[in-house]
């Protein structure tokens, strides 16, 4: 039998949807061309099925499809906007627990001059808008927080945050890569200037992404990709608009069931807890209610890591750890969060997402229920 997969935070399949419309963009019969190609037909349709892609993605954000950027991904979206706007001498404020895609362009950045201080969070995840507030100074050019923790699914204060970069005249990046199509987005309410998004984690494909840029005079972004000035300069390069297209069906679909997916969703995350939740030495990892529908993130203390996940061999999830070639580390996150290194190994990220069942919900908790009591009757 299958693993059962919960771990929509990692990735999620594409829909159906997505992939036929995708697949229609592709062959000599299909939407194929260039969308650059100002000088057939075949350009000219490609282009208005790119630019139908934005209008689908920007209505999602309630932004203007002329502030949408495609990029390869929320990797690349954190680095144009980080990168993009930072100069040395500049001050950049990030939590300790964002993704590596900000933590790594942010730390290339210090390397070059840029003056980078790090915000801890709350014993939950969660980002406290006065702390940040606190930490600006008159140079400070850039605030970037994530909307929803990757590893945690928690939800970060963000319009909070962006009344004090407003008030001190900074600006603000937001990695919103877990919170699209999970919870409502909406970049006007928000009130940030950049925002990156990523369309495999709302059932479209790998390898596209976008970057959300707030027209305004005081976000002037510097390309990162320089040949052809695509993208009106911000982001070079063809654009894929098979990958445009299946993103923009993403969002749609995103939109749609946003509300009941959400809560579909949750129903599945309450009843796995519920189901493992009573077993002695377990207990939750970051905020009990700020947080989006699928994630679940657990500790199972006093069991080994890594023989716990060897064990769950019915499911396929995330640990609290990163392999480097020698051994396992313990997560960053869970450690900035408070938990000690034997905590954050025991601890697994369960994510249940679109295609989730009852009977994969039953079928793990029996699986864990019995994997758990096992290694806690060696252990003891
Ligand atoms: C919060 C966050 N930011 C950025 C990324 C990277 O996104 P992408 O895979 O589109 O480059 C991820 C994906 O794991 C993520 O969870």
């Excluded at 689908?56 to 502030?67: T, V």
């Excluded at 319009?159 to 877990?178: K, M, P, S, T």
């Excluded at 020698?326 to 996150?333: C, D, L, Q």
Aim: net charge negative; glycine share 8%.
């Amino acid at each position: 039998m299958q693993p059962i997969y919960l771990d929509y935070a990692a990735t999620t399949p594409a829909a159906p949807e997505v992939a036929a419309a995708m697949a229609e963009c592709l062959t000599l019969d299909g939407n194929f061309a260039n969308p650059a190609s100002r000088s057939h037909l075949y350009g000219w349709q490609a282009e208005e099925a790119v630019e139908q892609a934005r209008g689908q993605l920007a209505a999602l954000l309630n932004a203007d499809a002329r502030e949408i950027v495609w990029t390869s991904g929320a990797t690349e979206s954190n680095n144009l906007a980080l990168k993009g706007i930072c100069r040395p001498g500049d001050h950049l404020l990030v939590p300790s627990i964002e993704h590596k895609a900000v933590l790594d362009p942010a730390q290339a950045l210090a390397e070059q001059g840029v003056n980078l201080e790090l915000v801890q969070p709350d014993t939950y995840g969660q980002i406290d808008p006065a702390r940040v507030a606190s930490m600006m100074r008159p140079e400070t050019r850039l605030v970037s927080v994530m909307l929803v923790n990757n590893e945690l699914g928690t939800i970060n204060p963000i319009a909070e945050i962006a009344r004090f970069c407003r008030e001190r005249g900074c600006l603000l990046h937001v990695d919103a890569a877990q919170a699209v199509g999970k919870i409502a987005v909406d970049v006007k309410a928000l009130d940030v200037d950049l925002l990156s998004v990523s369309a495999h984690k709302l059932y479209g494909p790998k390898g596209i992404g976008a970057l959300y840029v707030r027209r305004s005079a005081d976000v002037q972004l510097e390309a990162q990709i320089h040949g052809g000035g695509h993208e009106r300069g911000m982001r070079s390069g063809t654009l894929p608009t098979h990958q445009c297209v299946g993103f923009g069906v993403a969002a749609e679909l995103a939109g749609a069931e946003l509300e009941t997916e959400a809560r579909r969703i949750a129903e599945l995350r309450d009843a796995l807890w519920q189901g493992i939740g009573t077993l002695p030495g377990v207990r939750l990892n970051g905020h009990p209610s700020a947080r989006v529908a699928g994630h679940l993130n657990v500790a199972f203390d006093g069991i080994d890591g890594e023989m716990l996940l060897l064990s769950l061999r019915q499911l396929a999830v995330s640990s609290g750890s990163a392999c480097t070639s020698a051994s396992m580390s313990p997560s960053y996150v869970l450690k900035a969060i408070g938990l000690s290194d034997a905590q954050a190994l025991s601890s697994i990220r369960f994510s249940v997402g679109r295609y989730t069942s009852v009977q994969d919900i039953d079928r793990a908790i029996a699986h864990i229920r019995d994997v758990v009591g096992k290694l806690q009757v060696k252990a003891g």
